[in-house]
């Protein structure tokens, strides 16, 4: 079973619009971390979220966490060709880091 | 980033042969992961280290082996590849800030090892 769920599976917007992926958990969430993967390289780290209601921010990319629905959500404004690639988030389970399947964001010029 | 690199980068290789992929870190951080990623599963973990000599098994460890005589160095050894290992393998590295569940442990990926059984 999966125990991080990322949804939807796959989008594609044009350029310019907003978007917001999601990652669900089926266990507490004491951490959430996103990643993101270029076609063929390494995962680059984006942000950590630790506590529940938390929000983060880098150039424009936020993501949020909602530990009561053991939920996080990353939201980017205004998106670009340079956002599109593979978001991961990971969370440590079971005192394991665990990884949802990724979520493939193409971005339309 | 040169602080983590995998080697081979691109490896073909037959079913039955025993193949090895090594991860080199210089940045001294004490946890180092073997993780492989495949369309339709994601990133699994396969096995990990929290110190030379100290590994522990991921959710994906049959047919892996792995060893650690050196910080700086992690092997992952498929003792008779299969083609279901046809995978590209990550390399990660990190250094925990307090115990889990809730500490910090962000990872650095290597650029991964792209392995071919035939």
């Known amino acids: 079973s999966q125990e991080l769920e990322q949804s939807p599976q796959s989008l594609i917007v044009q350029e310019g619009k907003n978007l917001t992926i999601n990652c669900t958990s089926s266990?507490?969430?004491?951490?959430l971390y996103w990643y993101k993967q270029k076609y063929g390289e390494g995962l680059i780290f984006l942000m950590m979220?630790?506590?529940?209601?938390e929000e983060k921010s880098h150039e424009k990319i936020t993501a949020k966490l909602d530990e009561k629905k053991q939920q996080s959500s990353l939201h980017i404004t205004a998106s670009q060709p340079s956002h599109a690639g593979i978001y991961l988030c990971?969370?440590?389970?079971?005192?394991?880091?665990?990884f949802g399947k990724g979520i493939t964001l193409s971005v339309r010029p | 980033d040169a602080g983590i690199t995998q080697s081979p980068r691109h490896k073909v290789t037959e079913t039955g042969t025993p193949v090895t992929l090594r991860c080199h870190q210089t940045?001294?951080?004490?946890?180092m992961y073997w993780y492989r990623q495949d369309p339709g599963h994601g990133l699994r973990l396969i096995h990990y280290?929290?110190?030379?000599?100290?590994?522990d098994k991921g959710e994906v460890s049959d047919g892996y082996s792995v060893s650690r005589s050196k910080t700086e160095d992690f092997l992952l050894t498929l003792e008779s590849a299969t083609s279901s290992q046809t995978s590209v393998y990550f390399c990660?590295?990190?250094?925990?800030?307090?115990?889990?569940?809730?500490?910090?442990?962000?990872?650095?990926f290597g650029a991964g090892s792209r392995l071919t059984v035939l």
């Open positions: 979220l630790q506590k529940g209601g």
């Open positions: 280290s929290y110190g030379v000599k100290d590994t």
């Open positions: 266990k507490t969430l004491y951490g």
């Open positions: 990971g969370a440590d389970i079971n005192s394991k880091l665990t």
């Open positions: 990660a590295i990190s250094d925990p800030v307090g115990g889990p569940p809730s500490g910090a442990n962000v990872l650095t």
């Open positions: 940045e001294n951080h004490r946890y």
